[in-house]
């Protein structure tokens, strides 16, 4: 069973949330929701992970939240980008260093993270592989 902070922690994290941080990253265009079905379901993952592997870390609850809206794809563009973003609150919520930890942030670490999100893109990384990734 997830703890009660966990539970509550990861309540911010709403479609509605989470829809209009995309809606500000793909700005000027406008967000759309293709698949209204798979923001909730990449939502509930860390959830469903915790309740069943209590063992796990924040940073493999994250990845999978990431990796459900990565590989989900519920908006028309900027899914990649919104799942970076949402995974590096997400740890911060939980208290856990960033998807990036280290500062300061330079263009190699930010291409070590497009190239990661795009392997998880094309199915050459999972959620265990994106867990245990280290960007910094």
Same mark, same amino acid.
């Given at each position: 069973?997830?703890?009660?902070?966990? *539970?509550?922690?990861?309540?911010?994290?709403?479609?509605?949330? *989470?829809?209009?941080?995309?809606?500000?990253?793909?700005?000027?265009?406008?967000?759309?929701?293709?698949?209204?079905?798979?923001?909730?379901?990449?939502?509930?993952?860390?959830?469903?992970?915790?309740?069943?592997?209590?063992?796990?870390?924040?940073?493999?609850?994250?990845?999978?939240?990431?990796?459900?809206?990565?590989?989900?794809?519920?908006?028309?563009?900027?899914?990649?980008?919104?799942?970076?973003? *949402?995974?590096?609150?997400?740890?911060?919520?939980?208290?856990?260093?960033?998807?990036?930890? =280290?500062?300061?942030?330079?263009?190699?670490?930010? =291409?070590?993270?497009?190239?990661?999100?795009? =392997?998880?893109?094309?199915?050459?990384? =999972? *959620?265990?592989?994106?867990?245990?990734?280290?960007?910094?």
């Amino acid at each position: 069973m997830p703890s009660a902070s966990l *539970v509550q922690k990861s309540r911010i994290f709403s479609p509605t949330y *989470v829809a209009r941080i995309n809606a500000q990253l793909v700005s000027p265009a406008h967000s759309q929701i293709v698949k209204p079905h798979e923001l909730p379901s990449a939502l509930a993952r860390p959830l469903q992970v915790a309740h069943y592997q209590p063992e796990k870390l924040p940073q493999y609850l994250a990845a999978t939240l990431s990796y459900g809206l990565i590989m989900g794809h519920p908006f028309m563009d900027g899914n990649k980008r919104t799942a970076f973003f *949402v995974q590096n609150q997400y740890l911060k919520a939980l208290n856990s260093p960033g998807v990036v930890p =280290d500062s300061p942030l330079s263009k190699a670490k930010l =291409d070590n993270v497009a190239e990661l999100y795009n =392997d998880v893109a094309c199915g050459t990384v =999972d *959620v265990k592989g994106m867990a245990n990734a280290k960007c910094g």
